[in-house]
């Protein structure tokens, strides 16, 4: 007897969980691309190689660009929520498509961000990595990400 009630309660508790997670999926937050004005991007303002943008493009612009690539489960509730969340944060912190908001000090103090989050591993976030390992920076990434922003952070000062 008390085993059918267990497997009664577990089984109530089960469709009240499915129930829940069925209803979270009707709170969405915004998942947005703000349309690009390509003359207010880094790479309209900033001396970017191939291997630069590749790299950029690759562990950045998901979280950093207006040219996010929503992956399928950023429309699964809770996790659309962490994510929506990561990219907000991640865009007002540095936007690359809107790159011209910044004044010279502040683009040379994103450079220098750029390679201090990159070298001490805080970027690409950690959350990040775990469904993206083709963003991981690799040693040689990260020397290349550093050179070129001290390579523009001094461009920008002339």
Request: charged content about 20%.
């Amino acid at each position: 007897m008390a085993k059918q009630t267990f497997r009664k309660g577990l089984k109530w508790t089960a469709i009240a969980l499915f129930g829940v997670f069925a209803v979270l999926q009707f709170i969405r937050p915004a998942r947005t691309n703000p349309p690009v004005d390509h003359a207010r991007t880094i790479q309209a303002h900033a001396q970017i190689t191939p291997e630069v943008a590749a790299i950029l493009d690759r562990s950045c612009n998901d979280c950093h660009s207006n040219q996010t690539r929503w992956p399928w489960y950023s429309q699964i509730a809770p996790v659309s929520w962490k994510v929506t969340s990561d990219v907000n944060e991640g865009r007002n912190h540095m936007n690359l498509s809107d790159w011209a908001q910044y004044s010279q000090s502040e683009q040379q103090s994103l450079m220098k961000r750029i390679c201090r989050e990159v070298k001490d591993g805080s970027m690409p976030l950690g959350s990040y990595l775990w469904m993206h390992g083709n963003a991981k920076l690799l040693s040689e990434d990260v020397k290349t990400l550093c050179d070129w922003a001290s390579a523009e952070s001094q461009r920008i000062t002339k």
